[in-house]
């Protein structure tokens, strides 16, 4: 059970213009539904408490990935929904099996689950959450990705491990078609990847440019090939930031305008590509090219549903080919 991505539709933010709390989850249907007209296979949400550096301050607004993605899910029909990336260390993992259950059920069987080790200190620290060194929450997350799969599929599933257990827990009703697809985010070459080969159903790697790509998915390749498991049932996919304009000249511009305004950290900006459509689409055929099945991207002014349609029309190109 591949993951269901080819483009997707990230939204890590949520002040938008002249958007208020009573208007900014009608804001986000416009948004899901203007990218399910668009060439987009997916919508995913941050699972984080408050706003990270890269996007914005922490005071700005931060919602349950989950909560609004079931809210979501009710309002489209075609778009696949999860988060990108959920932290093993904010869930009991069974828990976290129902809430993605839930979401598949509200939406018809269109939800994938995202993990990762999670990663945000400071976000711990100010929400209570025990933030253990990296390898023992690589352990959580090793144990969590077979609670998570024993629940999506098994009658009643068991599991006794060193952090998490589960003792004939039941996950009724089943997913809608049996089990559903979980990806993990990062591009750890020892162990993350490892855990993608051994467990996942996809991946969602940091490649800026295509021989970075090739690298991780060479990795990957090895690591299936030690564990007996074949790549093609892995989705490779890899996160895209760009800026478009008709123009590269306007595109850094308007880069150049989002940074000034607030909309966009510079170190967010020094990963961008600013560019026109036919450079992007040039990019993103190279990522392709080196093995990355399906992409997500973020955009700045995602408010404007012609900025959302013209993402979707240049990286649909490439990746709904």
Known sequence: MRVPITLDLHLPNFNYPGVGPDEVFEKLVEIADTAERSGFSSVSLMDHLHQIGPVGPPQNWMFDGNTMLAAIAARTSKLTLGTLVGGVTYRNPALLAKITTTLDVISGGRAWLGIGAAWFEAEHEAYGYDFPSLGRRFEYLEEALQILRAMFTQE??????????????????????????????????RKTLRMVAQYADGC??????????????????????????????????????????????????????????????????????????????????????????????????????????????VLGRVFND
């Open 204 to 313: 969602n790697l940091f490649a800026a440019d295509a021989d970075r790509a090739r690298h991780l998915i060479g990795v990957l390749e090895a690591h299936c090939e030690r564990l007996g498991r074949d790549p093609g049932e892995i989705t490779k996919t890899g996160m895209g930031g760009y800026v478009i304009a008709d123009t590269k000249e306007a595109a850094v511009a308007k880069m150049r305008r989002f940074v000034e305004e607030g909309m966009m950290p510079p170190q967010r900006a020094e990963m961008t590509l600013a560019a026109d459509p036919d450079t992007v689409g040039e990019h993103a055929t190279s990522l392709k090219d080196a093995g990355i099945e399906g992409m997500t991207t973020s955009i700045v002014d995602v408010f404007d549903l012609e900025s959302v349609a013209l993402y979707g029309d």
């Open 156 to 189: 009643r599933a068991s599991f006794e491990g060193e952090y998490f257990r589960v003792r004939e827990a039941y996950n009724n009703p089943k997913p809608i078609h049996g089990d559903i697809p979980i990806l993990i985010g990062g591009s750890g070459e």
